[in-house]
């Protein structure tokens, strides 16, 4: 979808490897970050694995359904840090299951393994699709990669299980069940791979998908009991209450309702108009599928479709974005215009750093307006970048 100036670093190795070295470097300081900031003159700020941590440590003492209580987590993260920042936990019980087995290891060892593992598959996945184009792909995410990197969020392995799913699809295989299943884990984010194995009448991957799920629920009930479930369902409408309120940092978030309701609307209208956008982008791609669209558009018009379906996006669940950016990369390049082409990289850097550049100018200028204060601009600028990707990938080639 996009590519720099100059057009040889979209396949640069030296490119490739300044990016990993980055990434490698930032992890580390991140991990030191997470066990014993002191070390590094910082004090302790709770970041998104710490959530993880703290869900994963709950749960394996037994306390899987004190998780889903916003005031049980609260005390939890406070007995680490007087930040008021609460990070509410709405993940199904599958994945409390997988976080339970990181909390037994020391806090920076479970972050590194996790964020190293997670990224390798990543790259794995995006290095299929994208070829020699990886580097491009990577320098038109950076934002978000860093994001993740730097959060110990899930972005990679959500991403990367839509992306190999995405890459079995084609064959048929029952096999591609297996990431769709896994995705259980975020739901929400895998709305575009599950209408194509509907659309697609891929049956037996969706029965493969099926068994997944209920293996993965069966094996959270046993570990933490039938009555997590219902503590489940319990945490996701009190979240729902705090999204409504404008409790969530909205101006992080990438969905349409985030953009409207930080401009100062109701929750209802907020809510309507996001259902709008979910039905044109549902409706686009539908149209995209059954005009015959080339496999790889079909397959990066999925990755973004996801992207639009739900309310509760964040900014590190762009990586996503990546897989469509890899699909499509070598077709853009080949029918942009130099100027074109970097006026689409500044927008991916805008719509995936948008979020993080804002919270770390609230940190560091005081007096500055705070990040609550600055709209969700996220949505606009992913529209923006996919209607120019997109009409720029009915040209004929050029090159």
């Keep these: 979808m996009i590519q720099p100036s100059p057009p040889g670093l979209a396949t640069s190795k030296p490119v490739l490897i300044a990016i990993l070295a980055v990434a490698a470097v930032l992890a580390l300081v991140s991990a030191v970050l997470f066990q014993a ?8 700020v709770l970041t998104d694995f710490d959530a993880f941590y703290i869900a994963g440590t709950m749960a394996a003492h037994g306390e899987a359904n004190e998780t889903y209580q916003a005031a049980e987590m609260l005390a939890a993260q406070q007995a680490i840090t007087n930040d008021q920042l609460l990070f ?3 993940y199904p019980p599958p994945y409390m299951l997988f976080v339970a087995g990181l909390a037994q290891l020391p806090i920076g060892l ?6 190293t593992g997670s990224l390798l598959f990543y790259l794995a996945v995006l290095r299929r699709i994208a070829g020699d184009h990886l580097p491009g792909t990577l320098i038109a995410a950076l934002p978000a990669v860093l994001l993740t990197v730097r959060t110990g ?11 190999a799913f995405l890459l079995a699809f084609p064959a048929g295989r029952a096999g591609a069940g297996l990431p769709l299943g896994l ?5 929400h984010l895998a709305a575009g791979i599950a209408l194509l194995a509907l659309i697609g009448r891929r049956w037996s991957a969706m029965a493969a998908a099926a068994g997944v799920v209920i293996a993965a629920g069966a094996a959270a009930t046993l570990a933490f009991s039938p009555g997590v479930w219902g503590a489940f369902l319990s945490g996701v409408r009190e979240a729902g209450d705090f999204l409504a309120a404008g409790y969530y940092q909205l101006f992080r978030m990438s969905s349409v309702y985030a953009c409207v309701r930080s401009l100062g609307a109701p929750a209802s209208l907020a809510i309507v108009l996001h259902g709008l956008g979910a039905l044109i982008a549902i409706g686009l791609f539908l149209r995209l599928w ?3 669209g080339e496999p790889r558009v079909v397959a990066a018009a999925a990755c973004a479709m996801s992207l639009f379906v739900s309310p509760y996006n964040y900014d590190y669940d762009l990586t996503i974005l990546g897989l469509a950016i890899a699909f499509v990369l070598p077709a ?9 082409l970097t006026g689409l990289l500044l927008l991916s850097w805008f719509t995936t750093g948008y979020g993080f550049a804002v919270a770390s100018l609230g940190e560091s200028r005081p007096g500055s307006l705070q990040p609550a204060e600055w709209p969700s601009l996220t949505a606009p600028a992913l529209v923006l970048l996919v209607g120019a990707a997109a009409a720029i990938l009915k040209r004929p080639a050029t090159t």
């Design 37 to 44: 900031p002191g070390l590094l003159g910082r004090d302790k």
């Design 88 to 90: 509410p936990w709405t």
């Design 110 to 115: 479970a972050y590194m393994l996790f964020v």
């Design 153 to 163: 969020q899930n972005g990679f392995l959500t991403a990367g299980l839509i992306g």
């Design 183 to 187: 995705m259980c884990i975020k739901p």
């Design 290 to 292: 059954h005009g015959g």
């Design 332 to 340: 853009v390049i080949a029918r942009a215009r130099s100027s074109e």
